[in-house]
């Protein structure tokens, strides 16, 4: 009874093909994270990150193809749960976006990004750092931040030299991202000459570390390091210090938070955190973005930036093909040079960030201040090679 | 030595919380057979309510003690309502129900607790204010802070004053005649409503003074934080033997002693095979080899089945 | 339990139901993804996956009482032997037709495993030592990447070959006589037939000797065994054949998604399928397909409109429209209790056995 | 054993106070018309029948006659479908089951339903709930022991490991805790050695001659008979045969359909 | 009835203990086959618990089993069934939520053979077994008279129906030795006259019962042989007429009214 129900790719329908006749075309942005759940205080960053550049896109007015254009957010939920990642993929896809800005943890982003590839819908994660992520082979999946290897091999380095740490002990969260960055930091501090003590595991749902720190503690090291979020890393420095540790603790981007200072309290003061690109402040139009997102939405969190980038990176490529059609516009988002918020943004082959930048903070009266940023050309002209090392 | 010892006094920290928090579990499955979901949920709701008033108080001048109890005394009558209305709503009419459906009403309340939870405090990670004096102590080379110790005291005072409640006060004879057989218990003059709404009350309390305690000491307050703590908890009732308060507060100590020990250990026991992330299939291993030998818990009675 | 005997009566009428069904299941994925969309057929693929699950569930819970609220672990041993069998993690291909039993021969071996040390157990006790087996295997699964990686850990497996016969690969259109079933609707195919063949086997395995003998142990273990029933081993047989099924959709789940990762099997999984068993109706094949189609599907119902109805009401989305979700799923779980006690479609013996106690 | 109209209760337990002095002119026990239904299964069938004070009346019948179903829906554990039950006078159809006892009624209920969990004495303290005066209380748990010696042999005993006849005395025991005015017994002789049978109907005996009402459900239809001063023959939940117990039991039609002869 | 056969039961020195409570002390006896043997003694002699040694719920603390010559396995309740003893249980144990006729028909299921295998592709060896159990089943309604309420649920049955069906289950296990605990508790004198003639038509197609009963009418005349029990210990064993009339018996069992 039914006829042929192939798939269209979703690609003509945002933009039906009219060029002169409507005035104004709509441009669906899919946005995707979890939105309830424990990580949900992120994904709402996240989705915030992506409103901002989207309410900012339209107030500009931009025209792209001989249309105004309003930019749309679809955000959904997707409970860091990969089946549901897939669920709402399908249904951005469906919903016949233009592009997806997302997920935000690489456990959803990996099987919804074969869904946007197979259906041509352009992709970008503005937090998933899983390095397989882009390496899969889609010409649809981007990022705007450093990979975990990037940003584990800084850390190393960083500890080994900056620090001149020749112990680390090492804990990770067992999730994809805490580990895989745990695994790429313990790679580079070997590398660098430095020895790893002790390895140990929580997860990220814990609050109680005291066993894994009593640990730590008998092995001395002069660096704990912490591949996880926030939410576990301040209750962990809180502890490591009321156990009487004298490690400093060290801990990526999911550390990398004001929020983590809150939950430590004191005992924050002097630890260190990494995150990728350069601080807000030496950026161009960073102050103002900062300034924007915590009049609107509070306090940044974590990766809105980066997401705010990825939406701009996207609309940039959508100006520069002079099309919203994902078939069109999707071949100049590889060729993007688009001067971000957060870093410069150039990709590789693979879609990931070329020579990402890698920045380092140290918290100083209970706030994150800049130290200084490894690798990527863009650290040079942006910010000022500061002298105020440790 | 004093890392050992160190970790036996992480062990008996951790399993003091978690003992707080199954001596609720213990006390309703005690009277109703029922595994109350959500009383992790409730929890939570403890810790929330109490820090949101400790941190409007945080900067009033008085002292840490004060603020923390206004704190504790505006948690405990919101989470003994939540759990008076729990029970009305979603337990009682399902007492003559098959055994699961109060389970599934129970993950229900937990899940609409939670987002509750979420719209009313947020998304994000609450940060306790440092009120209460975190001095630490020193006992044999190990360390404890002062609310670690209170938190030990607590959960052992609350322990015995549940079990002369129930053993030894006509209510506790009431509650317990109550979980036998409840129409034999109204045939005794019992009004089996009021018990079970009185049970849950109190277990709900303890739940209050569960969520100020271990939000304290960790710092931190999040609307999800009742399901991890809440299933660790139940694992501990369950292995002292569930229903038992005793056995509850056994359970939680011995289970924060294995995570704590297994955490600490488990490397060198298993010559480096095993690490600190089977921790928790270490609780498990153990939990399930005491039940293979003790199929009702450490100190659970054996239910006197008569053929 | 099916009214067997009215349908020997009205064998006509039977078989005018079956065959109305029979064209309805065949054609629903054309209907569904010409209303709804393709999203929705997605979702339809998961509700077969789950309703094989809580089919699996069905047996432990809803026959044997046997209170399992570790089963997802099962589905995650099929899940990953697929993804070990056919990805390049281990440069294995295997065909599916080879992976699929092994996946159900290995669950039900894990079945067992499980079984064993819980046979003394009852209720409740069962029921934190199945959850426990739950965890560990999860946490095996998210661990084993070092020393030797077998289960890539949190980074998960991915690349994992789709489900294909031959040359024919489930996860691209195919061209049947110039005509091109998509890949959604292939994989419906496919899980509609393996699910029936499920609901198949619990059929006759409900109906028989040893079906009876899973009821008699969940009503009286004492008198079972008086009556000389092996309750270790039926018991065993319970959890063995429950953790197969989950095997088996463990393995489409793999092929289907292409990836796998521990955070997929967490504890949350085994409690929604319990609830999809429980909520549908224990013991009542029916009733738990009915379960498992629903609890998946009414979430993504509240995903739908949650904000678009408040936009409609108010004019405005008063409540976040994601806590509002699953706000509403937590409600309705608690209201549809109350409501079916039983279930939603119970068993006649179950809904006899709330009648008499509740007079 | 005159019953004390000081029955003071706990908060917890029911408020409802017994009426005081109060002249019946009617019986202790009036049922009117009573109807007891399961699901769409009628197993009474609009009963009446009466038991004035002091009086042991028994009520026989075979098995699901609806004996059982009568004594629960007077004790309040079934819900009537109609009819009315009328107890010094007052309706008590309409009490939740736990303020009966505070009425001063108390059931021994078929298959004894002991707290197995509890020692004997904690079961027979819980008889005694609604009362709190403590001494007294001591003194009734003494006289239980000596109508029943085995229980104090094993007073910390838990109920539930003790012998069907032991668990049987602990029911008696028990109810008769509450001092009530009124007593409803069912079956208390099924599962007991010879010897044991006539100990309880001696107790039950001491009891009612010391002015308790007592309706009695009974499968020893001779034996409850022979106790008893008046009797009901129920079928099919109906009473087909009332009159003096001597009379029934001499009764052809009762002694073929009940006494086995 | 002189059933005097061959030893079909033989228990030695059977000793178990509760704790600090000796429920049964050194009891030995010998049941023939075709015997209608009699198990009586006050509340808490430990009947019961014997019952639940022979047929494996309890293991015993001493002593020893011999089953048609041979050794009776401890606790294996289920192979006790598979070698042919079967019982009823004081407070009745139904599958509650099953009917009538599903009760019995789990009773055959010692008896018979099929697996996941033959129960999934239904073969005509299944169908043939499963037609078989249900003709067992339906017979057996028949033979214990509650044939008109096959499809009632047991837990609906009245009481002295359901002490029936649970005789019927018993009897689906093809036992050699039936084991009744107090099956006439809660029926009337009529009632236990029905059943007196049930019991015998038992043992007249050839099972043996071992009876546990209170009610003295129907021991003494139905019984060929009677043990009494009293505290744990067998204080006598004999025909029911020698039995009635001796002294410890009356003092510790019988009191005053000799039935
Ligand atoms: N819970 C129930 N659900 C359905 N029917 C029931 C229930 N309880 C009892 N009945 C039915 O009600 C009728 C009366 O039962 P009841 O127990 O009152 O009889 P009884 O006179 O006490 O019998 P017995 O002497 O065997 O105890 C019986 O037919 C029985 O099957
Ligand atoms: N599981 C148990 N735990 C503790 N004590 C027990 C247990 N089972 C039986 N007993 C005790 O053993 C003794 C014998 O009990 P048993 O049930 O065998 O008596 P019985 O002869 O069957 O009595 P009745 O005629 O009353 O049924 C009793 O005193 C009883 O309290
Ligand atoms: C929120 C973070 C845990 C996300 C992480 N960067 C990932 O790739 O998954
Ligand atoms: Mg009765
Ligand atoms: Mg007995």
Partial sequence: ACGDKKEEPAAQAAAPATPAAQPEVTVKLGHIAPLTGPQAHLGKDNENGARLAVDELNAKGLEIGGAKVKFELLAEDDQADPKQGTIVAQKLVDAKVNGVIGHLNSGTTLPASKIYADAGIPQISGSATNPKYTQQGFATAFRV????????????????????????????????????????????????????????????????????????????????????????????????????????????????????????????????????????????????????FTAKYGQIQLYAPYVYDSVMVMADAMKRANSVEPAKYLPEIGKTEYQGVTSKIVFDGNGDLKNGAISLYQVKDGKWEYLQTIGGDTAADAAAPAGDKK | MDIFIQQVINGLVLGSIYALVALGYTMVYGIMGLINFAHGEVVMIGAMVALTVISMLSDSGLPGIVIALIGLGAALPVCMGTGFAIERIAYRPLRRAPKLAPLITAIGVSIVLQNLAMLIWGRNYHAFPPILPTSEHEIFGATITGLQIAIIVIAALMMAGLILLVQRTKLGRAMRATAENPPIAQLMGVDINRVISLTFVIGSALAAVAGLMVSANYSIAHYYMGFILGLKAFTAAVLGGIGNIAGAMLGGILLGLIESLGAGYIGDLTGGFLGSHYQDVFAFFVLICVLVFRPSGLVGEKVAERA | ?????????????????????????????????????????RILDFALLYIMLALGLNIVVGFAGLLDMGYIAFYGVGAYLYALLASPHFGLHWPVWAILPTGALVAGLFGVLLGAPTLRLRGDYLAIVTLGFGEIIRIFLNNLNAPINITN???GISGIDPIHFGSVSLAKPIDIFGFSLPSLHAYYYLFLLLALGIVFVTIRLENSRIGRAWVAIREDEIAAKACGINTRNIKLLAFAMG?????????????????????????????????????????????????GALLTILPEVFRHSAGPVQQAIFGKVLLDPEALRMLLFGLALIVVMLYRPAGLWPSTRRRQEFKGSAA | MAPKSARTCRPWCSTIR?????????????????????????????INFHVAEGEMVALIGANGAGKTSTLKALARLLDAAGGSVRFRGKEITNLVPHELVTQGIALVPEGRGVFPRMTIVENLQMGAYCRSDQAEIEADIERMFSYFPRLKERARQLAGTMSGGEQQMLAIGRALMSRPKMLLLDEPSMGLAPIMVQKIFEVIRIVASEGMTTLLVEQNAKLALETSQRGYVMESGEITLSGEASALLADPKVRAAYLGE | ???????????????????????????????????????????????????????????????????????????????AAQRGIARTFQNIRLFGNMTAME???????????????????????????????????????????????????????????QRRLEIARALATDPQ??????????????ETEELRVLIEGIRNDGVTVLLIEHDVKLVMGLCDRVAVLDYGAKICEDVPAVVQHDPRVIEAYLGGAVA
């Fill in chain 1, 145 to 292: 931040m450093a990979n975990d290897v990037q940003q584990g091999h800084a850390l190393g380095e960083f500890a080994a030299q900056a620090i001149k740490a020749k112990t680390v002990a090492i804990i990770d969260d067992r999730t994809a991202y805490g580990q895989g960055l745990a695994d790429e930091f313990e790679k580079a501090v070997l590398a660098n000459g430095g020895k790893v003590l002790a390895r140990e595991f929580t997860n990220d749902k814990a609050t109680d570390f005291a066993a894994i720190l009593t640990k730590i503690k008998s092995k001395k090291p002069e660096v704990v390091f912490y591949g996880g979020m926030d939410s576990q890393g301040g209750p962990m420095v809180k502890q490591l210090k009321s156990l009487g540790l004298k490690s400093v603790f060290l801990t990526g981007d999911g550390g990398c938070t004001p929020e983590l200072i809150k939950l430590a309290g004191a005992a924050a003061e002097g630890q260190y955190c990494s995150l990728p690109g350069v601080p807000l402040e030496k950026m161009a139009g960073g102050k103002e973005f900062g300034d924007k």
């Fill in chain 3, 1 to 41: 339990m099916i009214d067997f005997a009215a349908l020997k009566r009205d064998r006509r009428a039977a078989l005018a139901a079956t065959a109305g069904l029979g064209v309805l299941l065949a054609l629903a994925p054309f209907l569904i993804g010409a209303a709804a969309g393709a999203t929705w057929l």
């Fill in chain 3, 153 to 155: 850990g949190p980074q």
């Fill in chain 3, 243 to 291: 953790a197969s099924f989950g095997g088996v959709a463990g393995g489409l789940f793999a092929g289907f998604q292409a990836f796998v990762s521990p955070e997929s099997f967490s504890l949350m999984e085994s409690v929604m399928v319990l609830c999809m068993v429980v909520l549908g109706g224990m013991g009542n094949i029916f009733g738990v397909i009915l379960g």
């Fill in chain 4, 18 to 46: 017994a009426s005081s002095k109060h002249i019946w002119e009617a019986p202790l026990l009036e049922v009117t018309g009573l109807r007891v239904a399961y699901g769409g299964i009628q197993a009474v069938r609009g």
């Fill in chain 5, 1 to 79: 009835m002189s059933g005097v056969g061959e030893i079909l039961l033989e228990a030695k020195n059977i000793g178990k203990h509760f704790g600090g409570v000796r429920a049964l002390r050194d009891v030995s006896l010998t049941i023939r086959r075709g015997e209608i043997y009699g198990l009586i003694g006050p509340n808490g002699a430990g009947k019961t618990t014997f019952f639940n040694c022979l047929t494996g719920l309890y293991t015993p603390n001493g002593g020893e089993l011999m089953f048609d010559g041979k050794k009776l396995q401890a606790s294996a309740p289920h192979k």
């Fill in chain 5, 103 to 161: 009760n019995i028909m789990v009773g055959r299921h010692v008896r018979t053979r099929t697996g996941v295998i033959g129960a999934v592709l239904r073969d005509a060896r299944t169908r043939a077994e499963e037609a078989a159990i249900r003709r067992r089943a339906e017979e057996l309604l028949h033979y214990v008279d509650i044939a008109d309420r096959a499809d009632d649920l047991a837990r609906n049955l009245s009481y002295g129906d």
């Fill in chain 5, 177 to 190: 030795l039936l084991a009744l605990d107090e099956p006439a508790a809660g029926m009337n004198g009529t």
